[in-house]
């Protein structure tokens, strides 16, 4: 029997994050994990508008953990903790970036985009 998977997006959001949201969701079933144990929110942003925040982290992480490991997907693209982004582009549309971002969520090993030795230069 043929698995059906939900559809999560929320009508609501920018056309960028809903791809991102529903490919990284569809992802995550793949992988018998729970789009909804990463703790996903939607959010507003004066500068970015209505996006969504999540954990890269499930629900099984402390809530400091989960909190310091957590990104915002606007429908410009994917906002790191160090106010970096990692724009969508033709080259890297949301469907690209949510499966980087869904290999990070599955491996457990979240995304970080500091590098000690420039931030020494």
């Not at 790191?80 to 971002?101: C, D, G, H, W, Y």
């Not at 290999?103 to 931030?119: I, K």
Request: a negative charge; one cysteine or more.
């Amino acid at each position: 029997m043929a698995k059906i998977l939900k559809q999560v997006s929320n009508p609501k959001l920018p056309n960028n994050v809903a791809v991102f949201q529903d490919h990284l969701a569809l992802g995550l079933e793949c992988f018998d994990l729970d789009w909804f144990d990463f703790r996903p929110h939607t959010c507003e942003n004066k500068d970015y508008g209505t996006g969504i925040l999540f954990s890269q982290l499930d629900k099984s992480h402390t809530d400091s953990c989960a909190a310091d490991n957590s990104i915002i997907v606007s429908n410009e693209g994917l906002h790191l903790p160090n106010k970096k982004i990692l724009q969508f582009s033709n080259e890297q549309p949301p469907t690209k970036i949510a499966l980087l971002v869904l290999s990070a969520m599955v491996m457990e090993q979240p995304l970080n985009f500091e590098c000690p030795e420039c931030e020494n230069h």
